[in-house]
């Protein structure tokens, strides 16, 4: 059975700090362009109606009849789908997942230094877990629904479109570096502008030769080290709302508003970020003359297994030799890969061990807040929940 969906309905899952500034972003969007209505679903019914009051406010002060409901992101997939069902979205934007990114600063633990010595890419199974439950839940029911993740695209989606799932885009990383070369650059910027970036370009990357590429019509510059370091100077979290503003302008061109150009994170289930125009219901890849898709997603491919993930073509995870030694004392079923049939499985494998680790405190964990090591996520620490991303 096709389920109608409604093209101007969107869904946000999470209720964190980045689809808090994203329904903001969307409340100061004119009306004629993007969504009519947002529904904003969180594990924490009252997070959510606290991420709507907000966007609502903000609406009403920019005179935008837009309409922001919270809802209830149910544990029971059955709900989630007759949920999304009844919604009839066009667009699910996933923001949630099992691992927060500033747990690191804000709850260090044995689970965090492990996370240190393996890189970022080690939590995909936890970065894809809500993701999967909500490509799931749309493919089941036969929804016509775009899956829009926020959730480590640059790694995540080639697994959840390997697996089948009707994921079209990400969102960030790219297009907070487009958004910060272009600030670099000025008005020399404003056409014409095509940048190749990964994830891992939020920081200096650790060779010259795995920086971002960027041209500006068909000319290549350099020192894109330079334009990138304002943006690498200043705090992860304080560059939510620039990140909110390129994923209401992504969501907006999705929904028929006006055309986009950007580097996007994870297009047609494509490892990195790439320019593309982004056009109702459409994104076309936008490559500088001279540079093959071949080239591009082998440049993508090589920074994603520097970070020490790799997606084979059958949708099945393998992690660099680097993630295995340190992952192997805690996750000896886990630390070599796995199939992406069993996302779901190892993120729970994964995310007993990260419990056991949080409880392993020394003094260095001193200055944590003891209740935050149950997550910015809306359950205890004692089982996964959503964890509100960024």
Not at 43 to 57: E, F, I, M, N, P
Request: charged share 20%; proline share 8%; net charge positive.
């Amino acid at each position: 059975m096709i389920r109608r969906q409604d093209p101007a309905t969107l869904v946000v899952v999470g209720t964190g700090s980045l689809a808090r500034a994203v329904c903001v972003a969307l409340a100061r969007t004119p009306a004629a362009q993007g969504p009519s209505q947002v529904h904003v679903l969180g594990r924490d019914t009252g997070r959510a109606a606290s991420v709507c009051y907000l966007a609502r406010a903000e609406a009403a002060l920019c005179r935008v009849p837009r309409r922001f409901t919270p809802g209830e992101l149910d544990a029971d997939d059955a709900v989630l789908r007759e949920r999304l069902a009844a919604l009839r979205p066009g667009t699910v934007l996933v923001c949630a997942s099992w691992y927060s990114p500033w747990e690191r600063d804000r709850t260090p633990s044995a689970w965090t230094r492990l996370l240190d010595r393996c890189g970022f890419a080690a939590t995909l199974p936890l970065q894809a877990a809500v993701a999967l439950r909500v490509g799931r839940a749309l493919q089941q029911d036969g929804s016509r629904a775009q899956l829009v993740n926020a959730c480590y695209p640059d790694a995540v989606n080639p697994l959840l479109y390997r697996l089948g799932l009707p994921v079209v885009c990400g969102v960030g990383n790219g297009a907070l570096v487009t958004a910060s070369v272009q600030a670099a650059l000025g008005p020399a910027a404003r056409r014409g502008l095509r940048v190749l970036a990964h994830h891992r370009h939020l920081h200096r990357p650790d060779h010259p030769d795995d920086e971002a590429r960027v041209w500006l019509g068909n000319h290549e510059l350099g020192g894109v080290g330079q334009l990138l370091a304002q943006q690498r100077g200043v705090p992860r979290e304080a560059l939510n709302p620039v990140t909110a503003h390129t994923v209401a302008r992504l969501l907006t061109a999705l929904h028929g508003g006006p055309e986009l150009r950007a580097a996007v994170p994870g297009p047609q289930g494509l490892p990195g970020g790439y320019p593309a125009r982004v056009t109702r219901r459409r994104i076309e890849l936008d490559l500088p003359y001279g540079l093959s898709l071949s080239d591009a997603v082998a440049y993508n491919e090589r920074l994603t297994f520097a970070e020490g993930v790799r997606i084979d073509p059958a949708g099945d995870v393998h992690f660099a030799p680097s993630v295995q030694e340190a992952l192997r004392p805690h996750l000896p079923q886990l630390c070599e890969g796995f199939s992406g049939r069993e996302t779901a499985r190892a993120a729970a494998q994964m995310w007993q061990a990260a419990r056991a680790l949080r409880r392993r405190e020394d003094p260095a964990d001193a200055v944590c807040a003891r209740g935050a090591v149950h997550a910015p996520g809306e359950k205890g620490a004692d089982e996964p929940g959503s964890w509100n991303r960024t």
